[in-house]
């Protein structure tokens, strides 16, 4: 990455020396069609392998890379540099991974650079040749040949290095060293042995990285009908694979005891940058005739042997996890809710008779007094916003919460009657 930056310094040191360069190539702001279609007709004129490729997804992927390409040329001529810390080519190291992983040959991706090289040389050379000034047209014109090429090598060279590695860790990925790695890592055990060490490295999780661990389990489906879980298991492995970009994430993901498994990896905050990610991509969302997911995700961790204690958080945070909320941090848990979900016999025990008038029944509306109370305690005990948050009087409140007292014994009017109130009806959902 620090070659990367020091590579794209020196190009918009370039730049500065030769200004009509850079307005020509500011010019191209609006011209991405234009570029893609060229390179486009010509790939499909003499590379076979790329015109095998062609489809729906794989165009529309194509044309998103080719108006990314140019954004970062028109910046590096602008230079407005990536800010320190981001890959200023981590956009094509996922288009490297796309292909790979749809087997698009690595010698097509390669041509369409060398042609994509020829269309901008095209493109920059007929503007500058109409240029007045024809020695600040010839500078321009020599500054930006030697641009189109090194620029062009150099992102070619990230593409072949993410590309091999993606195709590394597809053919890891089914491999039984994959999985021993990830049992060794779940148990604490670091890296033992060239394979598992190299698996390690390959997966991008490098030694003294923050680590945190995740566990994805799907919802049943919204609307009745029966799902193959083992098919949208393995949907969900390649789509966490697909969203967790290897410029920024070390990961190694596979299926266990029904659950899909997650180590994510990376420079900081490893577990919320990965909710970050899966919230962006809509992750958990349920579809109108889909299938959305639950996941828990660990607090950070510094060493391998604190991996068993991330698993065991992760699995507590998914069960926290539900439609409403589909991702869930173990820090977001609910306390008072865990210790409620994790009552014992003998706290259930303590659960006070006078219950059962609080619960649906009771010769009224069914539930009206439990949900009084809920939303007595969520209006922090103000009558007047308990009125309007169930749509009646005030005066309703005022009479049902009398009725309480009065069943109960507890006066839901002050902070420990209110809580004690909301305790024990919990409590009795959870003993079902």
Same mark, same amino acid.
């Given at each position: 990455m620090a070659t990367a930056h020091a590579q794209v310094q020196e190009w918009s040191r370039r730049f500065r020396k030769a200004p009509l360069a850079s307005r020509v190539v500011a010019g191209l702001q609006n011209r991405s069609a234009d570029i893609w279609r060229r390179t486009f007709e010509l790939l499909q004129r003499e590379s076979p392998e790329y015109r095998n490729s062609v489809d729906e997804a794989f165009t529309k992927e194509s044309k998103s890379h080719c108006r990314e390409l140019l954004n970062a040329i028109i910046a590096v001529a602008a230079g407005r540099a990536a800010k320190t810390g981001s890959d200023p080519f981590g956009f094509v190291r996922t288009h490297a991974e796309w292909r790979a992983r749809h087997q698009v040959p690595l010698v097509a991706s390669l041509h369409a650079y060398r042609l994509a090289h020829k269309t901008y040389w095209g493109i920059t050379q007929e503007l500058l040749l109409r240029h007045s000034e024809r020695e600040e047209a010839l500078f321009a014109l020599t500054m930006l040949s030697e641009f189109w090429i090194e620029f062009f090598d150099f992102v070619g060279a990230v593409l072949? @290095?993410?590309?091999? %590695? &993606? @195709?590394? +860790?597809?053919?890891? *990925?089914?491999?039984?060293?994959?999985?021993? +790695?990830? !049992? !060794?890592?779940l148990r604490g055990v670091a890296p033992r042995g060239g394979e598992a060490q190299r698996l390690h490295t390959l997966c991008g999780i490098r030694p003294g990285a923050p680590m945190a661990v995740a566990v994805a389990r799907p919802f049943p489906s919204g609307n009745g009908k029966q799902i193959d879980l083992d098919v949208t298991r393995r949907s969900l492995v390649r789509l966490i694979q697909q969203v967790l970009p290897s410029a920024v994430f070390g990961r190694l993901v596979d299926i266990r005891n029904d659950d899909v498994l997650v180590i994510v990896s990376s420079d900081s905050d490893p577990?919320?940058?990965?909710?970050?990610?899966? #919230?962006?991509?809509?992750?958990? /969302?349920?579809?109108?005739n889909g299938l959305a997911a639950g996941v828990g995700v660990s607090l950070d961790t510094m060493e391998v042997s604190g991996l068993p204690a991330a698993l065991e958080e992760a699995r507590l945070a998914l069960e926290f996890a539900g439609p409403a909320r589909p991702l869930m941090h173990f820090s !977001?848990? !609910?306390?008072? @809710?865990?210790?409620? /979900?994790?009552?014992?016999?003998?706290?259930? /025990?303590?659960?006070? &008779?006078? %219950? *059962?008038?609080?619960?649906?029944?009771?010769? #009224? *509306?069914?539930? @009206?007094?439990?949900?009084?109370?809920?939303?007595f305690a969520e209006s922090s005990l103000n009558v007047k916003q308990t009125a309007r948050r169930l749509g009646v009087h005030t005066n309703t409140v005022y009479f049902r919460l009398n009725r309480i007292h009065k069943l109960t014994g507890v006066d839901a009017r002050t902070f420990s009657g209110a809580t004690l109130l909301l305790t024990a009806l919990r409590l009795k959902e959870s003993a079902g």
């Open positions: 072949a @290095e993410a590309h091999a %590695v &993606e @195709e590394g +860790l597809s053919v890891a *990925q089914n491999s039984h060293s994959y999985a021993s +790695l990830i !049992d !060794d890592l577990a919320r940058g990965l909710l970050k990610v899966l #919230r962006r991509h809509g992750f958990g /969302r349920r579809a109108t !977001d848990i !609910d306390l008072p @809710e865990f210790l409620i /979900r994790r009552a014992d016999k003998t706290a259930l /025990r303590f659960i006070p &008779e006078w %219950v *059962q008038h609080l619960a649906p029944g009771d010769g #009224r *509306q069914p539930g @009206e007094l439990s949900r009084t109370i809920r939303a």
